[in-house]
């Protein structure tokens, strides 16, 4: 057997080691490479940071643990920024299982790292159901759709929500999503019918599509996957799983730009040879 | 001790593991592990949902509150329970038709006030009243005049009425190239993606399970 036969039959399992080595190496030997922050995650921040003190933040977890790599980090930045900039913060989320992802960034940045109190700097709602429609809804009357906190409390014995009654009230709004319901339905169902500063966060495999809405001005920020997690994390300098992740993300792509490569040159000698 | 002692950590760790080990071969582990993450899913959904939807706005309201108009949405959920058996299966066209009906009317409107109109604003509204080149720099202008030709491009490259002939064929191939970039900036994209999913497991093995790194 040739070694062009042999790269061309080579067992695949090959492939996952060497992706796996390249992801795992830089954990142990970090490349700490420049990391340059795009226009669409400064644009973001510069929203945030131009938002008076005491305005208030929605965050909206539309994600669950499988695209928690991606996007925590960048709710951990956000909230970082909003604690430090002394803003009011607004969870909830359109995914059942992403309810516990909220709880946990809370309790890690609000409580452990800020000391905020739940109830007047911050507050939970979990999951609101009903995707489109809860968001419709929402804008004209949030008491109406958010009646219980993540914990039981009722709405009315909440003080930070006596001032919190529709879209208006919101500062800015950010979906951290990663799939339906999400960033489509805050676009399309919210920000059509109120407006307002609407920005999102994505997994990288949902974010080319939300450039266009950039671009029109329906989004004013967009943090692209464990990328776009890495610049807000440069840009609240508070270096963490996006920044480490990105060395293994280059290395990686390195190893699968150059097996692409590969599999070209021999598709294009097996082609010459059988001719 | 080198390894953490949740006794979940150890258990999230092993299953990391077990699924990963079908990329070597399909094995017994691995469809323990797929059972167990269906069974879970399907369970957490269904008691999550009740209780927290189902319950506090459908037979709470109605018991403790007298609120009857619920028995309406209560009785088409239902509805769509019928389909088990051959006989009442009719009966699930009602609550089906009901929520076509309201998805429908949301998205039609959604689609044309949040995707359609500002789209095509966003296209266009740049060409308008000579701001081209004096409202924006050299290089969006060159920007936007590169979507404008994208967007035509595409769109011809999607008209099958006519044959991809001539000019016409000229520019429906112009049009495969913007395809071909936005396939392959999705496809850069997805990699990404996956190899963040691959780091989040790899990091959650090497961190918080065997804590072999800081």
């Not at chain 2, 404008?148 to 001539?166: I, N, Q």
């Not at chain 2, 999913?197 to 065997?210: A, C, K, T």
């Amino acid at each position: 057997m040739s070694a062009l036969e042999r790269i061309q039959n080579l067992d695949r399992r090959i492939i996952f080691l060497t992706v796996a080595i390249a992801v795992i190496l830089p954990l142990f030997f970090p490349l700490r490479l420049p990391i340059e922050v795009t226009a669409p995650v400064q644009q973001l921040y510069d929203v945030i940071e131009g938002l008076p003190a005491g305005s208030v933040v929605l965050i909206s977890i539309d994600y669950d643990p499988s695209g928690a790599p991606e996007l925590d980090p960048a709710t951990f930045s956000i909230l970082r920024q909003c604690f430090t900039r002394d803003l009011k913060v607004f969870v909830m989320g359109l995914w059942a299982t992403g309810v516990p992802l909220g709880i946990r960034a809370l309790d890690a940045v609000a409580v452990g790292e800020y000391s905020r109190k739940y109830g007047v700097d911050f507050v939970d709602f979990g999951y609101i159901p009903g995707g489109a429609v809860a968001l419709v809804n929402l804008g004209r009357d949030v008491h109406n759709v958010c009646r219980e906190d993540v914990y039981g409390t009722p709405v009315a014995e909440i003080p930070m929500m006596k001032r919190i009654k529709s879209a208006d009230d919101f500062g800015l709004v950010i979906s951290m999503s990663m799939g339906v319901p999400g960033s489509d339905q805050w676009i399309f169902y919210y920000h059509a019918r109120y407006r307002g500063n609407l920005a999102t966060a994505q997994t990288a495999i949902g974010a080319p599509k939300y450039y266009q809405y950039l671009q029109t001005g329906q989004l004013v920020g967009l943090i692209g996957g464990m990328k776009g997690a890495a610049e807000y994390e440069r840009l609240v300098d508070n270096y963490g799983l996006a920044t480490v992740g990105m060395d293994s993300q280059s290395s990686a792509h390195v190893l699968i730009i150059a097996f692409i490569v590969l599999g070209n040159v021999i598709y294009w000698m097996e082609k010459r040879r059988k001719k | 001790m080198l390894m953490t002692e949740g006794i979940w950590v150890w258990i999230a760790g092993v299953l990391t593991l077990a699924i990963y080990s079908f990329l070597y071969k399909d094995n017994p582990l691995y469809k323990i592990a797929e059972y167990i993450f269906v069974g879970l899913s399907a369970g957490y959904w269904a008691v999550y949902l009740f209780w927290n939807f189902a319950y506090p706005n459908l037979f709470q309201p109605l018991v403790s509150e007298g609120n009857y108009w619920n028995i309406i949405p209560i009785m088409l959920g239902f509805m769509m329970f019928t389909q088990l058996s051959r006989r009442s299966a009719w009966l699930v066209r009602f609550p089906l038709t009901f929520v076509l009906g309201v998805s429908l009317g949301l998205q039609l409107i959604a689609a044309v006030e949040g995707d359609v109109v500002p789209q095509l604003a966003g296209t266009f509204a740049p060409f308008s009243k000579g701001a081209l080149f004096n409202t924006y720099d050299f290089w969006t202008s060159i920007g936007y005049i590169v979507l404008l030709v994208g967007v035509l491009t595409t769109l011809v490259y999607f008209f099958f009425s006519r044959e991809h002939k001539g000019v016409f064929g000229g520019i429906a191939r112009t049009g495969v190239f913007y395809l071909m970039i936005a396939f392959g900036a999705s496809f850069g994209y997805t990699v990404m993606a996956r190899v963040s999913l691959l780091f989040g497991r790899i990091h959650f093995i090497m961190y918080d399970w065997l804590r072999i790194i800081r």
